[in-house]
């Protein structure tokens, strides 16, 4: 059973910094690129950071230059470093994999980040 567990979200000042965890089970973690989202209300989830099975980033232009994404295979865990945080990135954030992801169904509760200004 697919499980997606994230944590280190709470709240900050604008140009502060956050680490968001995310431990995941149920499946095979280094088979399987992984991705950040993050949702605010009447809005769709989008993709923030996403990392390859061969360590390959990519970033939303929003955030480019100040968060990172990093994976711990053998932990099986994922992890977003959170920089210079603007009132914008406030959000509830999600991990996936990007496959699961694009195909729609299970997600985990996921963690609210809020940034004040």
């Known amino acids: 059973q697919v499980q997606l567990v994230e944590s280190g979200g709470g709240l900050v000042q604008a140009g502060g910094s956050l680490r968001l965890s995310c431990a995941a089970s149920?499946?095979?973690?280094?088979?399987?690129?992984m991705g950040w989202y993050r949702q605010t209300p009447g809005n769709q989830r989008e993709l923030v950071a996403s990392?390859?099975?061969?360590?390959?980033?990519n970033y939303a232009d929003s955030v480019k230059g100040r968060f990172t994404i990093s994976r711990d295979n053998g932990k099986n865990t994922v992890y977003l470093q959170m920089d210079s945080l603007k009132a914008e990135d406030t959000a509830v954030y999600y991990c996936?994999?990007?496959?699961?992801?694009?195909?729609?169904?299970?997600w985990g509760q996921g963690t609210q980040v809020a940034v004040s200004s």
């Open positions: 996936n994999t990007v496959f699961r992801a694009r195909q729609g169904g299970y």
């Open positions: 990392i390859t099975t061969g360590g390959v980033t």
């Open positions: 149920g499946f095979i973690f280094g088979a399987n690129a």
